[in-house]
């Protein structure tokens, strides 16, 4: 390393050679400056690391949300069976506390299922204009009673915001991961965790440290911010924060900050991380602003006993899945006619046009939810179809926007959101 008269630094290969001229030993010094050669040996090498990294992701993505897909259904068969043994139980019955810590366990396990699908990048679904500020304040009291008794939790939200375009599923997912680990980094002493929200604009040189900056393009964005008083992270656990399975707890799974990559990838977005060691940690969560006005969430209306009537077409190439949907609708008081994916769906559906709707799985081998939904809207225009599925890309939910698709259902489902979902249609 050598130091131009300008203060500037430069790399120099040199070379000192003994030689003798005319008798004379001397000295031959020879110095050839390298910094752009070095400059681009090392940004080749930074390339190949962030490709066999991205590549390594990638790989992991697919395989979680491989595993999530198939976890989903069997958890429809566990969560589905359990739901309808208790609901033809004797409320006295000694077998009530096993089905229902069944539930449980089923609960658990489904929320891995979502957090691997999550990163993933293949859990979102349905995409609205929302505004962060009022969806944290929905999710106020579930967040006190999610965090450790010593943390006290401040708001600071701006109003109004600008809408972003996003999952409010998945948005509260986020919320719940960073709050959780913030809650947790708090431990058993006192702490704060501070959550913000607010509009900036961000130029390049600003994202240049983030997370996920690849596609990321200069504009306005909103962000989340959640910051704790809590352990902070030191420089090796800040550069393995997002590896799945990455953990420093001994209950921790090492899902949530991965889930949150995922999500936050999905929608364009990018995360910024400070943290010292005893002092605290911040998450800045950074999602690009739309223009469009925020809409008013879905809200859900409970009513148990809602029955309805009529035939319904299912179709699933999963036996479990079809027998599992085939109980809970004629729970719901349907006449089911069940199929899988190959020609014997048409024909059911051919000689019962006159289902009250269709629900579709929308992976499958042999012609896929999209496939059949065409099939079925040429056969009879105004038919119903709901979609139903344990995974899928966002794009493919795009693919029915405007095509007069009725609903969608996540799996795995208990009998009261099938029941809320089948209400919403008719
Ligand atoms: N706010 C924080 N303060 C300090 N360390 C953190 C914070 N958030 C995450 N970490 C560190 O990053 C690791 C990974 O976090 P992540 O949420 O992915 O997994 P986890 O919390 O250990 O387990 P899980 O969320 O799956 O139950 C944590 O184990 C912890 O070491
Ligand atoms: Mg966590």
Same mark, same amino acid.
């Given at each position: 390393? =050598?130091?131009?008269?300008?203060?500037?630094?430069?790399?120099?290969?040199?070379? !000192?050679?003994?030689?003798?001229?005319?008798?004379?030993?001397?000295?031959?010094?020879?110095?050839?400056?390298?910094?752009?050669?070095?400059?681009?040996?090392?940004? *080749?090498?930074?390339?190949?690391?962030?490709?066999?990294?991205?590549?390594?992701? $990638?790989?992991?993505?697919?395989?979680?949300?491989?595993?999530?897909?198939?976890?989903?259904?069997?958890?429809?068969?566990?969560?589905?069976?359990?739901?309808?043994?208790?609901? *033809?139980?004797?409320?006295?019955?000694?077998?009530?506390?096993?089905?229902?810590?069944?539930?449980?366990?089923?609960?658990?396990?489904?929320?891995?299922?979502?957090? =691997?699908?999550?990163?993933?990048?293949?859990?979102?679904?349905?995409?609205?204009?929302?505004?962060?500020?009022?969806?944290?304040?929905?999710?106020?009291?579930?967040?006190?009673?999610?965090?450790?008794?010593?943390?006290?939790? *401040?708001?600071?939200?701006?109003?109004?915001?600008?809408?972003?375009?996003?999952?409010?599923?998945?948005?509260?997912?986020?919320?719940?991961?960073?709050?959780?680990?913030?809650? $947790?980094?708090?431990?058993? +002493?006192?702490?704060?965790?501070?959550?913000?929200?607010?509009?900036?604009?961000?130029?390049?040189?600003?994202?240049?440290?983030?997370?996920?900056?690849?596609?990321?393009?200069?504009?306005?964005?909103?962000?989340? @911010?959640?910051?704790?008083?809590?352990?902070?992270?030191?420089?090796?656990?800040?550069?393995?924060?997002?590896?799945?399975?990455?953990? /420093?707890?001994?209950?921790?799974?090492? !899902?949530?900050?991965?889930?949150?990559?995922?999500?936050?990838?999905?929608?364009?977005?990018?995360?910024?991380?400070?943290?010292?060691?005893?002092?605290?940690?911040?998450?800045?969560?950074?999602?690009?602003?739309?223009?469009?006005?925020?809409?008013?969430?879905?809200?859900?209306?409970?009513?148990?006993?809602? +029955?309805?009537?009529?035939?319904?077409?299912?179709?699933?190439?999963?036996?479990?899945?079809?027998?599992?949907? *085939?109980?809970?609708?004629?729970?719901?008081?349907? /006449?089911?006619?069940?199929?899988?994916?190959?020609?014997?769906?048409?024909?059911?559906?051919?000689?019962?046009?006159?289902?009250?709707?269709?629900?579709?799985?929308? /992976?499958?081998?042999?012609?896929?939810?999209?496939?059949?939904?065409?099939?079925?809207?040429?056969?009879?225009?105004?038919?119903?179809?709901?979609?139903?599925?344990?995974?899928?890309?966002? @794009?493919?939910?795009?693919?029915?926007?405007?095509?007069?698709?009725?609903?969608?259902?996540?799996?795995?489902?208990?009998?009261?959101?099938?029941?809320?979902?089948?209400?919403?249609?008719?």
């Amino acid at each position: 390393m =050598m130091t131009t008269k300008s203060g500037e630094q430069r790399n120099a290969l040199m070379y !000192l050679l003994p030689i003798v001229i005319q008798d004379e030993k001397c000295l031959f010094f020879m110095a050839r400056d390298v910094t752009e050669l070095k400059r681009a040996v090392d940004d *080749r090498i930074d390339f190949e690391k962030q490709l066999l990294h991205a590549q390594k992701l $990638e790989s992991l993505g697919v395989l979680a949300g491989g595993i999530a897909h198939d976890f989903n259904n069997l958890l429809m068969a566990i969560m589905g069976n359990a739901d309808l043994a208790l609901m *033809r139980l004797n409320p006295e019955s000694p077998a009530v506390d096993n089905l229902k810590r069944i539930e449980q366990a089923s609960a658990r396990a489904a929320d891995l299922a979502k957090q =691997m699908l999550a990163y993933s990048g293949k859990g979102k679904f349905v995409v609205e204009h929302l505004d962060m500020s009022r969806l944290l304040e929905e999710m106020l009291h579930m967040l006190e009673v999610s965090i450790s008794k010593k943390a006290v939790l *401040r708001f600071n939200l701006m109003h109004p915001i600008p809408s972003v375009e996003a999952d409010a599923t998945q948005m509260r997912q986020i919320v719940m991961n960073l709050v959780i680990n913030a809650s $947790e980094a708090i431990g058993d +002493k006192s702490g704060v965790i501070a959550i913000t929200t607010g509009c900036m604009d961000c130029d390049r040189n600003y994202l240049k440290d983030v997370w996920l900056d690849e596609n990321i393009s200069a504009g306005l964005y909103v962000y989340l @911010e959640i910051a704790d008083s809590g352990c902070g992270m030191d420089k090796a656990t800040m550069t393995k924060l997002f590896d799945p399975f990455f953990t /420093t707890k001994f209950t921790g799974r090492g !899902l949530g900050m991965a889930a949150v990559l995922g999500i936050v990838r999905g929608h364009k977005g990018a995360i910024k991380v400070y943290s010292e060691p005893n002092k605290g940690t911040t998450f800045k969560i950074l999602l690009p602003a739309s223009d469009r006005p925020a809409e008013l969430f879905n809200g859900h209306t409970h009513t148990d006993d809602w +029955k309805g009537s009529g035939k319904v077409l299912l179709v699933d190439d999963e036996e479990t899945v079809r027998g599992i949907g *085939r109980e809970m609708l004629q729970e719901l008081g349907f /006449t089911v006619i069940t199929a899988d994916d190959g020609r014997e769906w048409v024909a059911a559906f051919k000689e019962n046009p006159d289902v009250a709707f269709v629900i579709l799985d929308l /992976t499958m081998p042999h012609m896929d939810g999209e496939q059949c939904f065409r099939v079925l809207k040429q056969l009879k225009p105004d038919v119903k179809v709901m979609i139903s599925s344990g995974y899928s890309e966002q @794009e493919v939910s795009i693919k029915f926007v405007g095509k007069g698709l009725a609903g969608f259902i996540q799996k795995p489902y208990k009998l009261s959101v099938l029941r809320d979902a089948v209400r919403g249609i008719l």
